[in-house]
């Protein structure tokens, strides 16, 4: 482990060089940006001075002019020098962040597995968003923060040593943005968590229409399903643009506060009875502060960044810890029995299906949902495993209560029409830690060991066209055999099968899974030997 730990780490301090020269040239750039313009301002003022007395013919503009012309050249190079460098090592952690967020997503029991890709889509578009907040973080708000502070810290000491009589409205202008910036980041926290949740909510609400496409139309009920995800993509929408108002109106604050520094210490250098040459300082120092004005341009940018990036983090964490702020290892290890009590049975579509359900699922004794098709046992597994909509309160694993977050990383969910995905047998398996050995020996539980072989083995490519139905389901049930949660749900494991065969099949599997909370769906009079039934109306 710590071979392998090594290299990250190592690459990771040789990326901080870079990081380094960025932050350096960024300072450079506002360096040259403010002496550019006090420079200027004061070359400006030197001269109208002079005017036409003797003192013009004995002035030198050669020096300040040159020093005008280097401060422009040093303000680009540094500003397009920061881009490049900046950039460059934004994109080197990317890579280094990247590879360690997948893995913990690729890890997750909630994703390795085509049902979480049919039927979660909105949370993948969050998570790689997410991901880019991580990535761009330093480069959107590190580096132009820490360039502001630092900035508006030294023309403070510069101006309480020069005009300390200008210091008070300065100070007062900053601590008014600070309290402005401090408020737009708590609404943007606000805010991105209401788009977010109206996103999910509508493209939820929106998935399930689709699938229940036929029955609602039949219903007359297709048009007014499709009303609420558009309404709640329009609301994300709306809150996105008030969002952006309160950016707007920011900025205008923000973009106060260097003119009216500028102002102060020029009105207050006046007031202080300089004047004529002595007047030449303060106008440097007051036009530096003008100069920094175009930094604050961006400062609503950096607090919504920012914002962006707390959630973000907070976002990416829940990968590895559940709702209840339980592991996935202890619900691996200790859970014993599921419980619903009183569980209403929701349709994809959100309609009630019959009679809310109180029953106790215990490991080590398999379930049978038994019914009539269209009684609701897909539903009710999909249910469980956190895929559709549950009051989270009736659902408890050995007395603690399970979210939807904590139900999808604690079970194994394989649907009666399984997917296969364009890839290699090897990643269809869904098992990254099992050894080839292991593979092996669920391919040949689920007699599927010579059909593989001879699509070129675990390294073979394949696709949801090369297998025929009872190929695809029972690779689905060598997925279950090589899973590792402690709920594994089976909906309709032998459809496809021959009677023989499923049979056989689902023996093995249970005796692999003799430990675990097994509960599965069958439209015919499936009862394996041992088991419980549960019959739905």
Same mark, same amino acid.
């Given at each position: 482990?710590n071979?392998?730990a090594?290299?990250k780490?190592?690459e990771?301090?040789?990326?901080?060089?870079?990081?380094?020269?960025?932050?350096?040239?960024?300072?450079?750039?506002?360096?040259?940006s403010?002496?550019?313009?006090?420079?200027?301002?004061?070359?400006?003022?030197?001269?109208?001075l002079?005017?036409?007395t003797?003192?013009?013919?004995?002035?030198?503009?050669?020096?300040?002019?040159?020093?005008?012309?280097l401060?422009?050249?040093?303000?680009?190079a540094?500003?397009?020098?920061?881009r490049?460098v900046?950039?460059?090592?934004?994109?080197?952690?990317?890579?280094?962040?990247r590879?360690?967020?997948?893995?913990?997503?690729a890890?997750?029991?909630?994703?390795?597995?085509?049902g979480?890709?049919l039927?979660?889509?909105?949370?993948?578009?969050?998570?790689?968003?997410d991901?880019?907040?991580?990535?761009y973080?330093?480069?959107?708000?590190?580096?132009?923060?820490?360039?502001?502070g630092?900035?508006?810290?030294?023309?403070?000491v510069?101006?309480?040593?020069?005009?300390?009589l200008?210091?008070?409205?300065? +100070?007062?202008?900053?601590?008014?943005?600070?309290v402005?910036?401090?408020?737009?980041?708590?609404?943007?926290?606000?805010?991105l968590?209401?788009?977010?949740?109206?996103?999910?909510?509508?493209s939820?609400?929106?998935?399930?229409?689709?699938?229940?496409?036929?029955?609602?139309?039949g219903e007359?009920?297709?048009?007014?399903?499709?009303?609420?995800?558009?309404?709640?993509?329009?609301?994300?929408q709306?809150?996105?643009?008030?969002l952006?108002?309160r950016?707007?109106?920011?900025?205008?604050?923000?973009n106060?506060?260097?003119?009216?520094? /500028?102002?102060?210490?020029l009105?207050?250098?006046?007031?202080?009875?300089?004047?004529?040459?002595?007047?030449?300082?303060?106008?440097?120092?007051?036009?530096?502060?003008?100069?920094?004005?175009e930094?604050v341009?961006?400062a609503?940018?950096?607090?919504?960044?920012?914002?962006?990036?707390t959630?973000?983090?907070?976002?990416?964490?829940?990968?590895?810890?559940n709702?209840?702020?339980?592991?996935?290892?202890?619900?691996r290890?200790?859970?014993s029995?599921l419980? +619903?009590?009183g569980?209403?049975?929701?349709?994809?579509?959100?309609?009630?299906i019959?009679?809310?359900?109180?029953?106790?699922?215990?490991?080590?004794?398999?379930?049978?949902?038994?019914?009539?098709?269209?009684?609701?046992?897909?539903?009710l597994?999909?249910?469980?495993?956190?895929w559709?909509?549950?009051?989270?309160?009736?659902?408890?694993?050995d007395?603690?209560?399970?979210?939807?977050?904590?139900?999808?990383s /604690?079970?194994?969910?394989?649907?009666h029409d399984?997917?296969i995905?364009?890839?290699?047998?090897?990643?269809?398996?869904?098992?990254?830690?099992?050894?080839?050995?292991?593979?092996?020996?669920? &391919?040949?539980?689920?007699?599927?060991?010579?059909?593989?072989?001879?699509?070129?083995?675990?390294?073979?490519?394949?696709?949801?066209?090369?297998?025929?139905?009872?190929?695809?389901?029972?690779?689905?049930?060598?997925?279950?055999?090589?899973?590792?949660?402690?709920?594994?749900?089976?909906?309709?494991?032998?459809?496809? &099968?021959?009677?023989?065969?499923?049979?056989?099949i689902l023996?093995?599997?249970?005796?692999?899974?003799?430990?675990r909370?097994?509960?599965?769906?069958?439209?015919?009079?499936?009862?394996?030997?041992?088991?419980?039934?549960?019959?739905?109306?």
């Amino acid at each position: 482990m710590n071979e392998s730990a090594s290299p990250k780490v190592t690459e990771r301090a040789r990326n901080r060089a870079p990081w380094r020269l960025a932050l350096v040239m960024a300072f450079a750039a506002l360096a040259g940006s403010i002496l550019l313009t006090g420079v200027s301002v004061w070359f400006l003022g030197a001269v109208a001075l002079a005017g036409l007395t003797p003192a013009a013919m004995t002035f030198n503009f050669h020096i300040p002019a040159a020093l005008i012309r280097l401060f422009a050249l040093t303000r680009t190079a540094a500003k397009y020098g920061e881009r490049v460098v900046g950039h460059r090592a934004a994109l080197t952690d990317q890579v280094l962040r990247r590879s360690t967020l997948f893995a913990t997503m690729a890890a997750a029991p909630a994703v390795r597995r085509a049902g979480w890709q049919l039927g979660n889509q909105d949370r993948l578009a969050d998570y790689l968003d997410d991901v880019e907040d991580v990535d761009y973080a330093r480069l959107r708000v590190g580096l132009p923060s820490v360039t502001l502070g630092v900035a508006i810290a030294l023309l403070v000491v510069a101006t309480s040593w020069l005009i300390p009589l200008a210091i008070v409205p300065i +100070l007062l202008l900053i601590a008014v943005n600070t309290v402005g910036a401090r408020f737009l980041a708590r609404r943007a926290k606000s805010d991105l968590a209401a788009i977010r949740e109206s996103r999910q909510t509508a493209s939820r609400l929106l998935g399930a229409a689709v699938q229940a496409v036929v029955p609602l139309q039949g219903e007359r009920r297709w048009d007014p399903m499709l009303n609420e995800p558009f309404e709640g993509h329009a609301n994300a929408q709306a809150r996105a643009l008030v969002l952006r108002h309160r950016q707007t109106l920011f900025d205008m604050l923000a973009n106060c506060l260097a003119p009216c520094a /500028m102002l102060s210490v020029l009105v207050c250098a006046w007031l202080s009875g300089l004047r004529g040459e002595a007047l030449l300082v303060p106008a440097l120092l007051a036009f530096s502060w003008l100069a920094v004005g175009e930094s604050v341009l961006g400062a609503s940018k950096i607090v919504v960044a920012f914002a962006r990036e707390t959630a973000a983090r907070a976002a990416l964490a829940k990968w590895t810890v559940n709702a209840d702020g339980l592991s996935r290892d202890h619900f691996r290890k200790h859970i014993s029995s599921l419980t +619903l009590d009183g569980l209403p049975r929701h349709a994809p579509d959100g309609r009630l299906i019959g009679r809310p359900l109180s029953a106790t699922f215990h490991a080590s004794r398999t379930t049978v949902l038994h019914g009539a098709s269209g009684c609701g046992k897909t539903s009710l597994l999909k249910q469980i495993a956190g895929w559709l909509d549950a009051g989270d309160e009736c659902v408890l694993g050995d007395g603690i209560g399970l979210g939807a977050d904590a139900r999808r990383s /604690m079970s194994c969910f394989c649907p009666h029409d399984a997917t296969i995905l364009a890839d290699t047998v090897r990643e269809n398996l869904f098992a990254p830690h099992a050894s080839d050995d292991e593979l092996w020996r669920a &391919l040949t539980t689920v007699e599927l060991q010579d059909r593989i072989g001879a699509a070129g083995g675990l390294d073979g490519w394949i696709t949801q066209d090369m297998l025929s139905l009872g190929e695809a389901q029972r690779l689905n049930l060598a997925r279950a055999w090589l899973s590792d949660m402690p709920i594994v749900l089976l909906d309709e494991p032998t459809e496809h &099968l021959a009677a023989e065969q499923g049979k056989r099949i689902l023996d093995a599997l249970l005796h692999r899974l003799r430990e675990r909370i097994v509960i599965l769906s069958s439209h015919d009079e499936l009862t394996p030997k041992g088991s419980a039934a549960v019959r739905l109306q």
